[in-house]
């Protein structure tokens, strides 16, 4: 494990970022890619270590995969083409890998066996294993299911109705794979509308998929082909430089070709919600996903309540919005976040714990946070924990502190972001 100290005590940030392709697109390219019939060409893949877990484990599925950087190139088979596995499907510290590939399991009929590292252990699996298992699924892991490893039998499915107990696109997905292979419609009901990754791809490889209100459907039996698909920078990854720039007092910052999907910029809304200084300019609105380029400068920032919808819409933010309510004036307040508890870490915890090490005044609630600010920060020695946006969020932080930061487990970032310290410290002005 690695320990890293960080960059602090600084006065702006100047310069143009390309942050790389987005997480969820790029898993979702390489597990279409692979069930479609025909090449499927990737460009601005994520290569990140979360990404080439779902390349290793379709390369076990038997599909030959070639990856070079961010360009990849698929030779799906049809899903008729998968294989069974000789060995473990590992998908080291990846959520979207495990669940998002037992949809396409289900409907296969073989025997899979899936793993992780230590947090996907952790991490509760019943939320697609039970509605799976209706489907016609068998599935068993530790805990009657709740947990790896899990070993996945599919065969022939049945498509359901489902009331999706918990707002997730993961589990959303995983439902929709298994429904394009089953027999009839398959309906997912969603209670807060969350990213639609997977709804726009089935339609970029010629599938159908409507949605109505909160009801996603798919019918079954539908078979999909290759596609090109061109992935646009991860909003998740320019998050940090969004914060940055507008806590770091002389800043300005252009973030090139970001990820603009409705579903996914709630981080836009808060920062314009706190007053600070940003201005996007959106590519091609007609896109398979948008995307365009937004330009962040240092301002004062006000308080702001996070909250409902909002929340599926910025989920992955909150640790890098809760080091940005430290330097706004006021109370925020973030509530209806308590998924945030069964992510890589328990990260209500974890970011409290490792923000307070820098003096900031925050407290955890039973389902979100409250950060009082304007608040001067420190320095201490922090961890990320094994979580990449925990370690990218404490490293924003660090530019802060008027005393040294170190940071352990920085080694976590390489999960969504490898490049990330060189791309945060091109921009540093030293
Ligand atoms: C993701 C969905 C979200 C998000 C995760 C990626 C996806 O998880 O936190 O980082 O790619 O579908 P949930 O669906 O569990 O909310």
Redesign the pocket.
């Given at each position: 494990m690695s320990t890293k100290t960080l960059k602090t005590n600084k006065t702006s940030l100047m310069g143009e970022i390309k942050v790389p392709g987005d997480?969820?697109i790029s898993?979702?390219a390489v597990m279409f890619g692979s069930i479609a019939e025909g090449t499927t060409r990737i460009e601005n893949f994520l290569p990140g270590e979360d990404c080439l877990s779902t390349i290793s484990c379709f390369r076990k599925l038997g599909v030959e995969i070639i990856q070079n950087g961010s360009e990849v190139t698929v030779k799906g088979n049809g899903i008729d083409g998968l294989k069974p596995p000789e060995e473990t499907l590992y998908v080291g510290n990846s959520?979207?890998t495990i669940?998002?590939m037992m949809g396409i399991l289900s409907g296969l009929p073989f025997e899979s066996r899936l793993e992780g590292d230590e947090s996907i252990a952790r991490r509760p699996m019943t939320r697609v294993t039970s509605p799976l298992s209706k489907m016609g699924a068998r599935i068993d892991g530790r805990n009657s299911g709740e947990f790896t490893p899990l070993i996945v039998v599919g065969g022939k499915l049945s498509g359901i109705t489902y009331q999706l107990p918990?707002?997730?696109?993961?589990?959303?997905?995983a439902i929709l794979l298994a429904g394009l292979q089953a027999e009839g419609d398959t309906v997912v009901l969603e209670p807060v509308k969350?990213?639609d990754?997977?709804e726009r791809m089935i339609k970029q490889f010629g599938g159908k998929v409507e949605r109505e209100g909160d009801a996603v459907k798919v019918a079954g039996g539908q078979g999909l082909k290759a596609a090109d698909i061109n992935i646009p920078g991860d909003i998740?990854s320019a998050a940090f430089f969004l914060v940055a720039g507008a806590v770091v007092p002389g800043s300005e910052i252009v973030l090139k070709n970001v990820g603009l999907n409705p579903t996914r910029t709630g981080i836009i809304d808060v920062l314009e919600a706190m007053g600070a200084n940003i201005t996007i300019e959106p590519y091609d609105q007609d896109a398979a996903e948008p995307a365009g380029d937004i330009t962040i400068k240092y301002s004062k920032l006000n308080a702001t309540t996070i909250e409902g919808n909002l929340i599926?819409r910025l989920?992955?933010e909150i640790p890098v919005i809760a080091l940005l309510a430290t330097q706004a004036e006021g109370k925020t307040v973030i509530k209806d976040a308590g998924?945030l508890k069964v992510?890589e870490t328990n990260r209500i915890d974890t970011v409290v714990n490792e923000l307070r090490k820098l003096g900031a005044n925050i407290e955890a609630t039973e389902d979100g946070m409250i950060v009082y600010g304007q608040q001067d920060l420190f320095g201490d020695t922090v961890s990320a924990h094994g979580d990449h946006r925990i370690g990218m969020m404490l490293s924003i932080a660090a530019l802060l502190c008027k005393k040294d930061v170190v940071l352990e487990q920085s080694e976590a970032v390489a999960v969504s972001y490898p490049g990330f310290f060189d791309d945060l410290y091109s921009l540093v002005q030293e």
């Open positions: 997480k969820s898993h979702r959520g979207t669940r998002l918990v707002a997730s696109a993961q589990v959303k997905s969350t990213r990754h997977t998740s599926p989920i992955d998924e992510k």
